[in-house]
T-cell receptor
Framework: DGGITQSPKYLFRKEGQNVTLSCEQN?????MYWYRQDPGQGLRLIYY???????QKGDIAEGYSVSREKKESFPLTVTSAQKNPTAFYLC?????????????FGEGSWLTVV | RKEVEQDPGPFNVPEGATVAFNCTYS??????FFWYRQDCRKEPKLLMS???SGNEDGRFTAQLNRASQYISLLIRDSKLSDSATYLC?????????????FGSGTRLQVQP
């Protein structure tokens, strides 16, 4: 199947723990993004990457880290420095070579701090 | 002021009704506009792009007003399955960010 795969779908974290959310795509898209969505809120950009080995902070990068060692993969680590990590996390990709700038989403990961 | 603003709703309408949502954006350099649909606890999915001349896809019509900096979505003959949150999305590529800005969404509830 083509698309974007996020895992795990549900994750519970104890306070003080780091956790990593996986995002893998086989769409051959250059750009990848991580968004966070809180209940009843819009999406906020955490990090984005337009090319392998390069990534940029979004609007709410504090307490998060990413890597982009392969085109297909853009994992997000939620560190203990993120004080309120409970949220719905969405990975997305975009084919920057095409016009229209359509962005596609994975199914999301629900992170809960217990 | 938020970069992209939407009325959160909910808009409660009967089946068969026509309903319209507006979305305003603050960055006049914005270049691309989209409507996404998000079902409860699911990822957003592209509903339609919004073109300068306006465009239609079945029961859905999208329009752009650059002078007043808003886009609109019109849904005709509402179905129960149209119940969802509709996200307005604006491309901020002009700023170099190469990322999309999402509104908080307008919730639509179509009732039998």
């Amino acid at each position: 199947d083509g698309g974007i795969t996020q895992s795990p779908k549900y994750l519970f974290r104890k306070e003080g723990q780091n956790v990593t959310l996986s995002c893998e795509q086989n769409l051959n898209h250059d750009a990848m993004y991580w968004y966070r969505q809180d209940p009843g809120q819009g999406l906020r950009l955490i990090y984005y990457s337009q090319i392998v080995n390069d990534f940029q902070k979004g609007d709410i990068a504090e307490g998060y880290s990413v890597s982009r060692e392969k085109k297909e993969s853009f994992p997000l680590t939620v560190t203990s420095a993120q004080k309120n990590p409970t949220a719905f996390y969405l990975c997305a990709t975009k084919d920057v070579g095409r016009s229209g700038n359509t962005i596609y989403f994975g199914e999301g990961s629900w992170l809960t701090v217990v | 002021r938020k970069e992209v603003e939407q009325d959160p709703g909910p808009f409660n309408v009967p089946e068969g009704a026509t309903v319209a949502f507006n979305c305003t954006y603050s960055n006049s350099a914005s270049q691309s506009f989209f409507w996404y649909r998000q079902d409860c606890r699911k990822e957003p999915k592209l509903l339609m792009s919004v073109y300068s001349s306006g465009n239609e896809d079945g029961r859905f019509t999208a329009q752009l007003n650059r002078a007043s900096q808003y886009i609109s979505l019109l849904i005709r003959d509402s179905k129960l399955s149209d119940s969802a949150t509709y996200l307005c999305v604006v491309n901020r590529e002009g700023t170099g960010r190469r990322a999309l800005t999402f509104g908080s969404g307008t919730r639509l509830q179509v009732q039998p």
